[in-house]
């Protein structure tokens, strides 16, 4: 399916790497929140930096599949999603009647600064 997908951000093998990503994201312990963050690049292997590009993609693939494996991978995805709705803070600022997608509960989250840590800005 990825194979032959025309969809510029679906390529062989980014089923695995979007759900390592969002894992990783998801998976150091404590309660303390994240913060996801812009990708510095666009194209289709650093945009998955941006944990919200990755559930873009997720989607983009469970939309593909046939309907078993949408099931399969959609209790998986829909997991992740209970947990990053947990891990992350909602945007007070969100202007929801502007939003260039509307509904899409992963990009009404608060943002961090990927550099944050290391003071580099």
């Known amino acids: 399916m990825e194979a032959l997908s025309t969809e510029y951000y679906v390529f062989p093998g980014v089923t695995a790497r979007a759900l390592l990503r969002y894992r ?3 998976s150091p312990p404590g309660s303390r929140p994240r913060y996801p963050f812009l990708s510095d690049c666009d194209c289709r292997g650093c945009s ?3 944990v919200r590009h990755v559930r873009d993609v997720l989607g983009m693939v469970l939309r593909r599949l046939p309907p078993r494996a949408r099931t399969e991978l959609g209790r998986l995805v829909a997991s992740l999603d209970a947990v990053y709705l ?3 803070l ?3 600022f969100v202007d929801t009647r502007r939003e260039w997608r509307r509904g899409v509960r992963w990009y009404r989250r608060l943002e961090g600064c990927r550099y944050a840590a290391t003071g580099v800005v």
């Open 86 to 88: 947990e891990r992350t």
């Open 24 to 26: 990783d994201f998801l």
């Open 90 to 92: 909602p945007d007070p």
């Open 48 to 50: 998955l930096d941006d």
